[in-house]
């Protein structure tokens, strides 16, 4: 049996009479029903519960990765200080600020 032959068989039992109609109007409120839940799924699924504490947590880690850079930092600028001698101060905070680490930075 041919590829056309199969075609024209499988078609040959599929009227297009008005249980036909009604079954595919039933078919397309279904199918709208399904793309309204998995969008309403998909919308709580951004307010999930572990998401957000992983959130949460994440920022956590990151406030704090913030504030021991800031420490090293602070650091390493008394490091130079202590290594470079104390008449280099005004050198080394010219260095820092031009680095972006004005009086202004501040731990989070």
Do not use: H
Not at 36 to 49: F, Q, V
């Amino acid at each position: 049996m041919g590829l056309e032959a199969a075609a024209a068989a499988a078609g040959a039992g599929r009227g297009a009479g008005p249980a036909r109609a009604a079954a595919l109007a039933r078919l397309g409120a279904v199918e709208g029903l399904v793309r309204e839940l998995e969008a309403g799924i998909s919308a709580a699924a951004a307010a999930d519960p572990a998401k957000v504490a992983a959130l949460a947590e994440a920022g956590a880690q990151a406030t704090a990765a913030a504030n021991r850079w800031l420490d090293n930092v602070y650091a390493l600028k008394a490091w130079c200080a202590a290594r470079f001698g104390e008449g280099r101060g005004a050198e080394l905070d010219g260095f820092f600020e031009e680095q972006g680490l004005t009086a202004k930075v501040d731990y989070i």
